[in-house]
């Protein structure tokens, strides 16, 4: 017994030895990218070729004094970028750029300019969700300009871009312009028989004032959500903008709280703001005629946060005025991209083939084959109650007294 | 040698001066022993002699012996003048003379030697074939302290030390229990250890106590010098890095174990008493889990667990994590730990390793230097290596974290012996870890395991009850139960039948208007009629303690019975 | 052998066999052939199970002291019992195949894609061998830590996964019929018959021979309530056209689970857990092949047979494993029918056979 545990140990060890580090590589040995970004662009022949940007982090720098003296370079990315026919391609020529293995696990981001989206995205899906080394929760994003620009320049709070795009899908809940589009949602979207997939669109604005120069005006560039991009099958066929994409939300996202403005009874010009704290939306499929309907049933509750008008809370007339002028404003907001949904992009990014499955599975049979044709032809039917629960602190409006005996 | 043993061997002569001579022979060479020439007073005026080791005994005592010899009463010195003439001179003087408690009389030399050298005296008187040996033994010993290596917070303060019957008495002293048995044996032949063996008769399994000195009794050896000696001999699983006798400084965890069903093992001049049989998880328990409240005992208990998973796997973990999957590091951790191994020019195991013996170092070094010194060491090494080492960029500051959190988190383990062992199953897991990444770190875990798993200690599991899975013995094991809900004992225990009768406490019922002591007498006559003013749940409860109550003295008789059994078979011996 | 196992552990045996490749693999084809609808063929597949494990109580139960080797050589004589030795050694043998599968595509694909294949058979099968070493009850009693694992491991993938669940995914139920889904529950059949042969050698073993029906039935039900929570999630998080995608279904499915934003993988820690399930059901697999081999010679201890087993199977399980292509096919295809096939056949052919030998238990037991 003893002798033979003596051989299976010399025998794991001699294995040891000889297997050693078997796919060992340490992790300061590797380029960590923190964005990619893919563009379409035109090499000399007039091909159409895709280049890769990897927006790739120096630890030393972006985590600054952590013990170890480190090589302050300053920058805390390093930004290279690659052109090939194919993704793999280009991907294979970064790795002849970098004196390290690059590392695709940490990426937080994937930018791709709506020109390449437009050709279709299906390789990307294809790359990111194929590697095991990939996370299922990197956000996707489609970008008018350029994606190796918007992943290489340094934006917001974060010394990494990455993170601060994160950032912005993390932590914008009231006023987030953008779906959370993360590669497991698409590539579940894209392989559905009934849903479309749909991505988050970014931008970069100029809205950053120098700290040193400030009356030369906004001259950083910021990256900013900036609505939703609507894909049939694996193409790019059409853009929300960001307040329509408020209104999408409401479908595809478990929302809690946003704002809502409206203008005043008396005068036009003041407005008073709502934010809707809490907000559901059941959708309700039926069939008739050989078309399918669905109710959208939407409720609603809000509380003041900012008015201009003089709004008691005592005056329950006004109040219900305000909820039939918040309810009216939500059912325009709602028709008003389900109109561009249906009739211009004709796809179905709402999951309506989805709930119309579950409900309805028999027809659904019929249906599903071009889902997309019905779905163009169906009905709508929204209905909305809105409440506004409180005023926030406040009872009486704020008005100045001074002329209150007139 | 043989010439000393036939000299051993032989009977007294009735000339003292030739006894004297021989025993001088014997223990020539020696200046320790002290030979004490007198006269007793009757009218023969025997010569006397008398022989001790100095150091090992109470000079009162033998003081005392010696004023009884020489000087002595009418009464008493009529009796040995009658009796002088005889040949047992020896015993008159036991029966009529001597004070000491447990004057014994000696036939041979070879009885004498060795009350002399076990720290009694012995005194040989001219005209008699007899010797007579005086217990004297005394000299210095520590006394009752603390014990270092387990404190407790709230508990008591008395640890044992090396004297066996100071240690015998702190455990009988807990246990007034005409059942409990602590039988001697002598083990090494040359030191001559006494070995006490201990258990509660009825409680015990009896092959256990069997078992136990069957394999005491297979020792043989020159010498013992610490329990170690004997748990590596009478221990399952010889090869293996996990102890199977749990050893203890403390009474009560011994009393404890002894309440259980378990045997304990004195060894003489060792404060280390032996329990067995030891469980896994009896490494992984203090004392203080006993004397707190049961929540604050469980919550301690489950940060001891915690303990040992993170000094187990924690430096395993993170050198898979960085060198095998990066990608399972949270990305803002992963840019934390990469920038502070920047500048590291060694691998991950490699540091590891290294880092992981300079602890041990550090730890070998503090213990084994003079106090004072040691505290030095450890400024010195934590200055030199969590300091200076990573400013060098040698070591990466997050490797300094982990290393120091597997060292905190192995003083956390209460058995000393234990966090040794968990020291060293450690490194197999961090080199598999590293080699093999995730199927290196699983299969070297499944194999320490089965190790596990396969080892007994005294018939018992190691790892039970957790597995084998034993229902009833939950109740101690990750969550320390309440003292009035462990009813039971363990299912080791021979007799694990009803331990304790308590009920939940409660406040006295308030719309019951009997006072306290009303319903503990009623309570005490469980037959008697109860008030009409009781409700019916009252009396159901009354009528489950006296079953309770009945069950208890069918098993008390029981035990009555099984230990009148053993005092006949006892008595048949004799 | 006179070693005795507890029901509970018996229980335990049960659970780890299946376990492992009913929650990602069996899911995976399944999920091919009827989309959202792989949780209803995985309740097939056990009450099918439970009837199969019932009537293996029943056989076992007329000869309670012996095994299905003791027992059809003395029901059949020797050729005939040496013939079921044979016929159980193979299907053990096969059974190495879809295990090895499991066990070395999840780590291999999943963790260390450029590690050597034979590396994976081999401390598998090192790791199974040194294990079955001790013996039927340090086996058992790894299952029970086995089973330890796979709580924590459900535990983990439900704090993980509930966040993203979308009951929508599950309806419509039934969305292939009823016939579909019964087909398709051979997937899951062919995990179970693993376990149904492995209780016509170890059920002997088990303590209280009343409990032997509630045991096994316990057991199974256990294994389910394990087992069924994957399907439900893999439909209502990933959704069933995913998890059709992928050879690993839970892996995908671990892979997605996520603790907020901070945590965003944790399936190393999963696969930690899962390991040590899926090594003792390594463990018990070659410890059956030895058995079933050792009776085939007449040998009275099976220890011998270790080294040759452990090399016949491993050899199997890395013919097998050498691509995916390849594993799949045996997985879908072979397997299935060759396991249910044998399954059914040994136990149905025993079970009918006995009726008409009858006598021959009595002279047996006399």
Redesign the interface.
Known sequence: M?R??YK?VI??AI??IL??????????D?A?V?GVGLDLVENKNGEEEVKVTAQI?R??D???Q??????QTGEPIWSISATDKSIFGAIRKLENLSSRRI?W??S?VIVINEDLAKNGIKDIIDFFIRN??????TWVTVTPDDASELVSSLTGLEV?PG?SI?GLF?YSDITRAAPRSQM?DL??AY???ATQPYVARLKLETNELSNQTPEQGEMYKNVTHAGTGVFKDDKLVGTLSAKETRSLLLFVENIKSGVSIIPCAENEEDVTTFELVHEELKVIPDYKEGTPEFTLKVKTTGKLVETDCAIGFDDDQKIKELESNIEEKFKKDINKVLDKIQQEYGVDIL?AG??F??KL?SK?KEMRVNWDDHFQDATFHVDITAEIKSGALLIEPTESNKRADE | MSNVEQKMNQNLSRNIDTNVKVIQSLLKQNDDVVERTFYLPNQQGNKGTLFYVEGIVDTDKIERALKDLMYTSSANSNAVQTTSTESNLAMSIQTHMSHNSSVKVANTLQEGINGILLGDCFCIIDQSEQGLIFSGKGGEKRSVEEPMAEQVVRGPRDGFTEDIRTNTALVRRRIRDVHLKVEGLELGTKTKTTINVSYINGIVKESLVEEVKQRLNKIEIDGILESNYIEEMIRDAPYSPFSTVLNTERPDKVAAALLEGRVAIFVDNTPFVLVVPAHFWDFLQASDDYYLNFLTGTFIRWVRYIAFIISLTIPSIYVLLTSFHQEMIPTALALTIASGREVIPFPVLFEALVMEIIFELMREAGLRMPKPIGQAVSIVGSLIIGQAAVQAGIVSPFMVIIVALTGISSFSIPNFSASYSIRLIRFPLLIASGTLGLLGFIGMFFLLAIHAVSIRSFGESYLAPATPFKPKDQKDLLIRFPWWHMKNRPELAADNGIREANEKPAPPDKGNSETASNKISDEMNSDANTTSTANKKDASVQRKKSKRIKRKTVKLKDLMKDKNDEDQKSQDNE | MKIKITNGMYMALIINMVYAKSIGVTQGSIARDVGSDMWISTIIATVSAMLLILLTVMIIRRMPKADIFDQSKAMLGPWVGKLICLVIFIFFTLSFGPIMVTFVFHLKDFFLPEAPLFLFVFIAVLVGGFAIYFGIEVIARMALIGVFSILLLNGLLILGALEDFDVRELLPVFEFGITKPVIASRHHLADWSIVIMMCLIILPLVDNQKEWGRSSLVGVIFSFIFIVMWPILETGVLTSQVTSQYLIACMQMARSAHLGFFLHRYEMFMIAFFGISILTQIAIALLCGSVALSKLFGLKDFRPLIIPVSLIMGGYGYWVVQSHNHAMDILENSWVSLSLSITLGVVGVVWILGFFLKKKFKSEKG
Not at chain 1, 66 to 71: L, R
Not at chain 1, 132 to 137: I, S, T
């Open positions: 003893i033979k545990l299976l025998l794991m294995m040891f297997t050693s580090c078997v796919g060992k590589r340490e992790i300061d590797l960590m923190m982090a630890p030393a972006a985590r600054g952590t013990g170890a003296p480190s090589g590392f696990a940490h937080y095991p080394e990939l996370r299922m929760r990494i993170q994160e993390k497991i590539h579940a392989l559905s028989d999951e989805n709930s499955n579950n599975p659904w």
